[in-house]
């Protein structure tokens, strides 16, 4: 049988007895913060040392990679090579050069002595990509790891592997002629026992993929970045070094034969703890449906927690209701189980337990939130207890074969398609169980279908929608217009950022003739919810929405007829006219694209704009005022009290990772309000921005604005500039977030992506002002107060596609590809536009003192018809996207 046989100054042969090949990966300026300071630094000696160390530590493959937005990726990584191969105690084992960019990895595969592997290249772009990559990577005689990725995206459960897989061994076998030895595949290991159930069996569908590979394609070797697989568990050595061990053990068994991994996080395996063993491998092989929970438990009480004050027990010598009642207004679950316990050996029946005594407590929380002397963090706290006693209980329900637990209605909940955005949806969710309502939430990007499907298999009694993008508002109607259409008699609920009581009742209320309402905030949703249900008021209630909707309806109608729009024409001839010249353009200091893989976190808080954290919360005031209001202040301390221990120890234990890219090109406006963006270097267009202008008539001597006012027009011969960028510091969310949620703590869960919210917003504050000093310089001498930021006193804009001054969100697509946004940072955009993860911002950067932000407002057909022909787009795509800003 054939093997791979890779070399440096020495041969590596990879045979089944070879075991496992152990890839070294601190020269990677990814993976290792001294290595990439080192390198930023020029001190390339120092680096050497490193890679030594990986030499002299048993590394058998060295993995090389300059991908960082602040190098010059392509001649770092040729200047160390070089350097390497000078140096015979390193030059001897094999090199792995990798990067996410074509040019670094020739440029690498140029200089390289022996025989190397390319990591990596996959079917993400197509396969005239993938072939043309892979016929170079055999002309240079490397060896490749070919990633489990395609133009859907990663393959993400056992069928997906082995779609790519198949599809990718025969385009490389059959049409490149490349030798199945020289094949190595990244089946693409996820983390496991994140809280979420699609992720259950990502360990166990990659051991049987890496299985039925071994198993077809014997000659091809399989790798993978082992860390991943206990990335929920971030921060604790303990459990991710036997993690590891575990993964590596049965994945060695099925095949896997090389990969990533640190030999520091690391335990033998028999000498791993029986009961962690045993938790490790239920939650790896997929055999406990508690496996999860079980283990994030272990890890738990397997951790030292420094307690900052002695807990005040005196009312544990309360009655136990009193006791129940107490915990629950006050969010305590620490002895939920032990009373949860008392009260099941008090009752007849363990469902007593929650009708009685876990229902008064609620019932006393509900009261306390509707007259306002309880504040919506509170009253999310307090159903973390009670989800924990419920949890607790259930076991023993079902012992009786009494699980039907009676609830005041079920409620369906669901973000629609194309919206990743779930904050608000999830506290009213929680507010609405804690008044003894059933929800059904079917998560974010819920397609209408399966919301009435989903709806009337349920038996729903309430259908909840949420969105924040302008895209969801049409879903809504779609969503309205289908369930008439199926006959449907169940109210709909409509809310998020983006909608409105107007839109709700001209745009939504118009398809449905059942009760449509909207819900502007959670502490209105048990008053609305119990008013349609009620028996005694749902008819009246319902025809007085009715009536307020074709009210609002007829006002918005009639009003909109009064107003006076410019043609397009008379618009752009009242365009707003700045200067363009030496004194008012300043030429950047760098052009290009950059990207950040990981700012440290530290360096946002000073930037955070606190008071929409307390909003989200239902808490309203400005922040620092908030924290002494009269009402609110003592919970908004608490509040913001959580949420800093939460938000240190995220950046502590680097439980998230803030991500950028951002560039500036030179620019020109054309064809008045189109933006040309050109090659920094041939200055040949590579993109246009495609801005919408003013209709609305306005007072004498008052312009109509485009963003592309702010650019000099080509005509002028000036050269001008645009920038634009995407931050994000939501990954790591979801998996953080599912694990407070696997613990029935909605407190917290709600909390980090409350705060990843607050960090991406940060991200964009930050990045800006580097871009003003530093890449583009036009403010170097700036210097502004957190608060002159959140006040937009700096000189220039960053507006946002979907926001007032360009509502259009079809531009994000032009900057994600400009940009590479999705290959580079890896936020994507969903069908709708939305960005994920849903913690990420995006935008444009204008320079022109005179830039300003604006709204749109109105515009009218012609210009819609003039927009859709420019950006060579059908007339009802157009009308699709922009039609909330389209005048009736």
Known sequence: MKHLKLSGLEALVITPESNFINIGERTNVAGSKKFLRLIKEGKYTEALDIARDQVEGGAQVLDVNMDDGLLDGKMAMVHFLNLIAAEPDIARIPIMVDSSKWE??????????????????????????????????????????????DEKGQADNYERRLEIVKRSYDILVNVVKFKPTDIIFDLNIFPVATGLEEHRRNALDFFEATKWVKENYPQVGVSGGVSNVSFSFRGNDTVREAMHSVFLYHAIKVGMNMGIVNPALLIVYDEIPKDLLQLIEDVMLDRDEEATEKLIEYAEQNK????DKTEELAWRNLPLQDRINYALVNGIDKFVEEDAEEARLQSKRPLEVIEIYLMTGMNLVGDLFGS??????????????????????????????DSTRPSAGKVLMATVKGDVHDIGKNIVSVVLACNNYEIIDLGIMVPAEKILETAIAENADVIGLSGLITPSLDEMVHVAAEMQHRGLNIPLLIGGATTSKVHTAVKIDAQYQNTVIHVNDASRAVNVVSSILSQDRKTEYGREVKEENERIRHNYLNHNVQKDYLSITDARTNKLQLTFDTATVTVPHTLGVKVSEELPLEELKAYIDWSPFFRSWDLHGKFPDILTDKVVGTQATALFKDAQEMLQDIIDRKLLTAKAVWGIFPANRIQDDDIEVQDPETKEPLATFYTLRQQTKKAAGIPNIALSDFVAPKESGIQDYVGCFCVTAGFGTDVLSAQYEAQHDDYNSIMVKALADRLAEAYAEYLHTKVRKEDWGYAATESLTNEDLIKERYKGIRPAPGYPACPDHLEKETIWQLLQVEERIGVSLTESLAMWPAASVSGYYFAHEGSKYFGLGRIKEDQLADFASRKNIELSKAKKWLGPNLAD
């Open 304 to 307: 030292a927690v420094k307690k």
């Open 372 to 401: 306002g002397k309880m504040f919506l963090p509170q009253v999310v706290k307090s159903a973390r207890v009670m989800k924990k006693a419920v949890a607790y209980l259930q076991p023993y329900i079902e012992q009786e074969k």
């Open 104 to 149: 670094i990895l020739e440029a690498g595969l140029q200089v390289l002595q022996g025989k190397a592997i390319v990591n990596s290249i996959s079917l993400k772009e197509g396969e005239e990509t993938f072939i043309r990559q892979a016929k170079l990577v055999k002309r240079y005689g490397a060896a490749v790891i070919v990633m489990a990725f």
